[in-house]
T-cell receptor, first 114, second 111 residues
Framework: GAGVSQTPSNKVTEKGKYVELRCDPI?????LYWYRQSLGQGPEFLIY????????DSGLPNDRFFAVRPEGSVSTLKIQRTERGDSAVYLC????????????FGQGTRLTVV | AQRVTQPEKLLSVFKGAPVELKCNYS??????LFWYVQYSRQRLQLLLR??SRESIKGFTADLNKGETSFHLKKPFAQEEDSAMYYC?????????????FGKGTLLTVNP
């Protein structure tokens, strides 16, 4: 595809449910990032993948959050036992590699926990 | 800890007027600074980065290490510049993955 694709674009879920958010990076991009943007805030770093491995997951807020990238392309962000405070726009970005290259962002998934 | 501060949540100017969006940062090392822009109903995109030292869409930004600032400037604002602007910081050395963003400034350019 032409850019980073995220699905779904919107997700409404009930408190306590499990959700999965998907990110399709630009083809050939080895680096992939997840950010979370709460209302009125800038994006906040969650996790970074280089290839299949999570090189830095220091931004994940707690153990309810987990992300995978099993084949080094598509990534899934998984949230267990969702809470209302998890409501935010989840952004995915990819870059050719982590060194001196532009990160291209997806449109984001707006998650609402009711 | 690294921090980016954008003191203005909203900024409104008239077309043709100069515009300056302020960004201050705190970081113990030598940072790389970026400006990202999000136009209405579009995705976040890179506008410029300080290491490139280039002008994009008439915008420039100079890194002032003494004042720890990276203000974005344009001498003559255009209506199409209306957007949300985010200043961001990462560690130097090309590792741009872990960006720290400010809260953003919504720029409105009036006709």
């Amino acid at each position: 595809g032409a850019g980073v694709s995220q699905t779904p674009s919107n997700k409404v879920t009930e408190k306590g449910k499990y959700v999965e958010l998907r990110c399709d990076p630009i083809s050939g991009h080895t680096a992939l990032y997840w950010y979370r943007q709460s209302l009125g805030q800038g994006p906040e770093f969650l996790i970074y993948f280089q290839g299949t491995g999570a090189a830095d997951d220091s931004g994940l807020p707690n153990d309810r959050f987990f992300a995978v990238r099993p084949e080094g392309s598509v990534s899934t962000l998984k949230i267990q036992r969702t809470e209302r405070g998890d409501s935010a726009v989840y952004l995915c970005a990819s870059s050719l590699n982590k060194e001196n290259t532009e990160a291209f962002f997806g449109q984001g998934t707006r998650l609402t926990v009711v | 800890a690294q921090r980016v501060t954008q003191p203005e949540k909203l900024l409104s100017v008239f077309k043709g007027a100069p515009v300056e969006l302020k960004c201050n940062y705190s970081y113990s090392g030598s940072p790389e600074l970026f400006w990202y822009v999000q136009y209405s109903r579009q995705r976040l995109q890179l506008l410029l980065r300080h290491i490139s030292r280039e002008s994009i869409k008439g915008f420039t930004a100079d890194l002032n290490k003494g004042e720890t600032s990276f203000h974005l400037k344009k001498p003559f604002a255009q209506e199409e510049d209306s957007a949300m602007y985010y200043c961001a910081l990462s560690r130097s050395g090309g590792s741009n993955y872990k960006l720290t963003f400010g809260k953003g400034t919504l720029l409105t350019v009036n006709p």
